[in-house]
């Protein structure tokens, strides 16, 4: 079925997508450019059991990190988590499964998933752990790893601009692995901050096409500017914002 | 840490004689970060970031922080003229493609023949290896800084690591705060002694095999 062209839905609309022991890809870099409007959401339906896929835990307050943190997560794809002590607590308890993918393997298998692709060919790791268990193929004659693209049932992002299409346009360093991840969802929903009419947005500055979107909701604004604010303050570095 | 604040700005002053103009470089957290600060602004030095920009530039005047534009650690920069931004696929495939002429970052074990362990201590510290297996793969040119001991005063370069790799036989280049090393051949040449240490206390607190050139100096 079309998707049409308005997909702006409401919050609560949005809050259908989310399902127990779904998997989920969330956009973002160390919690700057992660959806926190969308993760809220996520905690407040009670959703659990949750299969993430993220470049990293963010911060236990900032990003994907909250999801870990109030123990929705039972399996993680990810390249760090050492911003995020509760991440590596649960790691060791056994509460919380973890595979760490070199940072720049995780975006290309992302990027396959969404470009509709079975997976990459990557020599990053050969010789480390990395390889341990990994399919190998010679081409041209030099060795790679079999990585298989990555999709998930849902992803997550930001965009500090779209129209209702789901055109988007990202800011600075916010855009990160949102374009990635956005084209890597069964269903992607994107948190934007402003969003336009369809036909105001120069075709030439758009940077996801919004043929990959099927939603998009209105971001209540963002809250990673803190994480570099308490780690400059005398406040815990880790902890939850006291303001 | 347990290196002074001189000390560690010693060791940035030295890793910055490495970077030359026109060069592509990104530079880890911790003492690689403090680099930057002795890179001359004629050089026209790109700095590349894990999280997608290519242009970097550093601290902005407190008051004038964007929310999103940050470092990969997640600290607010500005950016130089003729910066870019782009996605982490991109990012990655300037390290992979071989387009970084150098990286510099931090380590727990440098072994004789140049493998590198920094990102896992199995059972105590388990991060990640984020962008580190990529960096240190591919950079044409891989500059370690660390401790030249551990907090127990155990030797860091080793004649083989003990802890998991990040890349085998993957450094070019190990600075310490005693000394500077050159991996090549599967050798490790001892080029540079950092005042005040002398060679003898090097070689003690080395635990691994050493060349020393025949041309040794001292970095005051």
Partial sequence: MAKGVDKQITLESASAYFRNGMSLMVGGFGGVGAPPTLVNLILEKNINDIFLISNDTGFPWIGPGKLITEKRVKKLIASHIGSNPEAGKQMQEGSLEVQFVPQGTLAEKIRAGGMGLGGILVDVGLGTVVEVNKEKVSVNNKEYMIEPALIADVSIVYAKKADRYGNLIYDKSARNTNPLVATAGQITIAEVEEIVPVGSLDPEEIVTPGVFIDYIIQSKGVDWKWVWELKQGTGSQEGQPSK | ?220
């Fill in chain 2, 1 to 220: 840490m347990g290196l002074g604040i001189e000390t560690r700005h010693r060791i940035a002053r030295r890793a910055a004689l490495e970077i030359s103009y026109g060069m592509i470089v990104n530079l880890g957290i911790g003492i690689p970060t403090l680099v930057a600060d002795y890179i001359e602004n004629d050089l026209h030095i790109m700095l590349h970031t894990e999280n997608g920009i290519l242009g970097m530039g550093g601290s902005p005047e407190a008051g004038s922080e964007d929310g999103n534009l940050s470092n990969a650690g997640g600290y607010p920069v500005s950016i130089h003229p003729g910066a870019s931004y782009f996605d982490s696929a991109t990012a990655f495939g300037i390290i992979r493609k071989g387009l970084l002429d150098v990286t510099i970052l931090g380590a727990l074990e440098v072994s004789e023949r140049g493998d590198i362990a920094n990102w896992i201590v199995p059972g105590k510290r388990v991060p990640g290896m984020g962008g580190a297996i990529d960096l240190a793969q591919k950079a044409k040119k891989v500059i370690i800084l660390m401790n030249h001991t551990d907090k127990y005063g155990n030797p860091k370069i080793v004649r083989n690591c003990s802890l998991p790799l990040t890349v085998k036989e993957g450094a070019d280049m190990i600075i310490t705060e005693k000394a500077v090393f050159h991996c090549e051949d599967g050798k490790l040449v001892l080029r540079e002694i950092m005042s005040p240490y002398t060679l003898e206390d090097v070689i003690q607190t080395t635990g691994a095999s050493i060349v020393v050139d025949e041309h040794i100096s001292v970095f005051q």
